[in-house]
């Protein structure tokens, strides 16, 4: 199956009116984050474990159809959706064909680079949750963004690598700043805010000093954001490894409820490479029942 490689600027918002009229008609929602596993039990236990994510349950995928949506001939996989709040990440472990693992001299500023950033009510009490948990530091401890900033300044936020080296960010929101149910108090994870692509946030943060960012986040009527990370500087952020595949360890996808609706699922892939799979709202929905 060939990609169809689409422009981000049609399907959630973009800077003209007109545009984003038009985005607000074609991207209804946007749905499960998708992470590819090497080991899914492994990867669940993880997450319901450590980050409080309910399992929803299971599925397993084989056949022409799945084989055609992923362009691997002969594939077989299983898939376990998770639900935090009103928001849902579903991981997916390939039995066939195995994929590659996350390069080692993996960077924030290449443009492979995918995280998800999970909401808390106490970054002190998340933190030692994660501390406990032995996880892998992406930041040295969690940091206080800056005031000179008035969109960010008073969030808290920290970096953090999953069992297969996926970046993950816990956030805590100061009063006023992000959605009301972000300052609920009724449990220590809340939900997902966005999932980031291309760069993470600042240079204390991501590893990458003397860097320059423009941010731009994106909201469909539904669901997560989507954040675009570019870089000013330095700009030798790499592309995706050469044939990468949804059996890759480096993979993810952003599901997105699209007018009109689908006959069925399928995989594009935005202009810098990042993965989108485009579904009905009744799957999105279904997730987080």
Request: contains cysteine; hydrophobic residues 40%.
């Amino acid at each position: 199956m060939t990609l169809r490689r689409i422009s981000w600027a049609i399907l959630v918002a973009c800077s003209s009116l007109a545009a984003r009229a038009f985005a607000a008609e074609a991207a209804r929602e946007v749905g499960c984050i998708g992470i590819t596993v090497s080991d899914l039990d492994r990867s669940a236990g993880f997450y319901t474990r450590v980050l409080d994510f309910q399992k929803l349950g299971e599925n397993e995928m084989e056949g022409p159809a799945f084989e055609e949506r992923t362009g691997l001939p002969g594939a077989r996989a299983r898939s376990a959706r998770l639900r935090l709040g009103a928001e849902c990440l579903e991981l997916t472990e390939f039995l066939a064909p195995r994929g590659r693992s996350i390069p080692q001299d993996a960077r924030s500023n290449d443009r492979f680079f995918q995280h998800a950033a999970i909401v808390v009510s106490d970054m002190d009490a998340a933190y030692g949750r994660l501390r406990a948990a032995k996880v892998e530091h992406a930041s040295s401890s969690p940091q206080r963004l800056p005031d000179w900033n008035p969109n960010a300044g008073g969030i808290r936020a920290f970096y953090f690598l999953d069992p297969d080296r996926h970046v993950l960010e816990v956030l805590q929101f100061p009063r006023g700043k992000g959605d009301a149910r972000w300052q609920g108090k009724d449990a220590l994870f809340l939900g997902i805010d966005h999932t980031a692509i291309v760069v993470r946030d600042t240079e204390h943060l991501n590893g990458v000093f003397g860097a320059h960012l423009r941010i731009t986040t994106l909201r469909a009527r539904q669901g997560p954001g989507i954040e675009l990370l570019e870089y000013l500087f330095p700009r030798d952020g790499r592309p995706y490894p050469e044939g990468e595949r949804a059996n890759d360890l480096v993979h993810w996808q952003t599901a997105i409820a699209v007018d009109p609706r689908p006959a069925r699922a399928h995989l594009a892939r935005d202009p810098d490479g990042h993965a989108l799979l485009f579904t009905d709202d009744t799957k999105i929905a279904e997730a987080v029942r």
